[in-house]
């Protein structure tokens, strides 16, 4: 029986199929995961469950309002929120709006790098390798 989750992370991603690939590869690991679609979506949920919630992995490129933005209004609502953005973009030299993040993923994101950030920002010991890793 697998054990149960003990962190939480809200997962932002207007992508449904990325959205579906980073939650798998997150509860593999026995992360318990909450899904947000939108900015608006996502500051709600963070909203409902700001208490329970440890970490926040963000698409940069929602639909709604940029990236950058929720991270700058989960970051009133929560100054010491530990957030890993995650883009398929390239990123400028200066990022002052993503200073405070505990890194950036490029999409595609692979399990270990993710895996390895998630267990880094929350002081877990992740050095855990899928076989099914390429």
Same mark, same amino acid.
């Given at each position: 029986?697998?054990?149960?989750?003990?962190?939480? +992370?809200?997962? +932002?991603?207007?992508?449904?199929?990325?959205?579906?690939?980073?939650?798998?590869?997150?509860?593999?690991?026995?992360?318990?995961?909450?899904?947000?679609?939108?900015?608006?979506?996502?500051?709600? +949920?963070?909203?409902?469950?700001?208490?329970?919630?440890?970490?926040?992995?963000?698409?940069?490129?929602?639909?709604?309002?940029?990236?950058?933005?929720?991270?700058?209004?989960?970051?009133?609502?929560?100054?010491?929120?530990?957030? +890993?953005?995650?883009?398929?973009?390239?990123?400028?030299?200066?990022?002052?709006?993503?200073?405070?993040?505990?890194?950036?993923?490029?999409?595609?994101?692979?399990?270990?790098?993710?895996?390895?950030?998630?267990?880094?920002?929350?002081?877990?010991?992740?050095?855990?390798?899928?076989?099914?890793?390429?």
């Amino acid at each position: 029986m697998a054990a149960k989750p003990t962190w939480t +992370i809200l997962l +932002i991603d207007a992508q449904p199929m990325s959205r579906k690939s980073l939650k798998s590869q997150l509860e593999y690991y026995q992360y318990a995961v909450l899904e947000a679609d939108s900015a608006r979506q996502s500051v709600q +949920i963070f909203q409902q469950h700001q208490r329970t919630i440890d970490l926040v992995v963000l698409d940069l490129g929602l639909e709604d309002a940029p990236g950058t933005k929720v991270v700058e209004i989960l970051r009133r609502l929560s100054p010491e929120l530990k957030i +890993i953005a995650v883009t398929g973009q390239a990123l400028a030299d200066g990022r002052d709006e993503l200073a405070g993040t505990v890194g950036v993923l490029h999409k595609p994101v692979r399990s270990d790098r993710l895996v390895a950030l998630v267990g880094r920002a929350l002081g877990r010991n992740m050095n855990l390798r899928r076989q099914t890793d390429q």
